[in-house]
């Protein structure tokens, strides 16, 4: 038996049940079961409060950070963004093309305005239709910024080399 401090809820399909019967004579309570709010209400009244535009605002950070930031789960913002027809987070594009602009911008050269424009204008459209891949003409121009700076750094290094005297010049 129960000791008197003791009171035992018992929950059943939205029934209501004395339970004197287990408290050693405290007085009866009764326990309505479904009185409370199931968590999955809560969620889903989160998850509908999502809209496009709020979302859509959070694409330039990671999906962890965008779903604290919304105050939901990852799992709930990734469902709510299929459900709003966003197949993928698109952040990981976006942050490529933003790293590319400024490799651009860090070798400066004749000409490179273009090809700055050209990005930007890519990352717009790609925030506009989330379906687009990034085309291949930049996905060249990654490369070739990935092989110079890659150049850059090698020819940095033997130079250090060279002044250590340890390197062939």
């Keep these: 038996m129960a000791s008197s401090n ?3 809820r018992i929950y059943a399909m939205k029934d209501v049940y004395p339970i004197s ?3 050693d004579g405290v007085n009866p309570i009764h326990v309505q079961v479904g009185s409370q709010t199931p968590p999955s209400n809560r ?8 809209t496009y535009n709020h979302v859509a605002e959070k694409f330039t950070m990671p999906i962890s950070i965008a779903a604290k930031e919304l105050g939901v789960s990852t799992s709930t ?5 299929r459900e709003l027809g966003i197949p993928y987070w698109p ?4 942050k490529s093309l933003a790293t590319l602009e400024s490799s651009v911008l860090g070798f400066a050269r004749a000409g490179s305005q273009h090809i700055i424009r050209h990005i930007r204008e890519e990352m717009e459209a ?4 989330l379906t687009l891949k990034i085309s291949d003409e930049t996905k060249d121009l990654r ?4 092989e110079l700076k890659k150049k850059d750094e090698e020819e940095s290094h033997r130079g250090c080399l060279v ?6 010049a």
């Design 43 to 50: 969620i889903r009244s989160k998850r509908a409060a999502l």
């Design 126 to 129: 790609i925030m506009d239709n």
């Design 143 to 146: 490369y070739r910024m990935y």
């Design 6 to 8: 003791t009171i035992r």
């Design 163 to 168: 002044k250590l005297g340890m390197g062939i």
């Design 21 to 23: 019967d287990i408290t």
């Design 91 to 94: 952040y990981l594009k976006i």
């Design 77 to 81: 913002l990734k469902y709510r963004c």
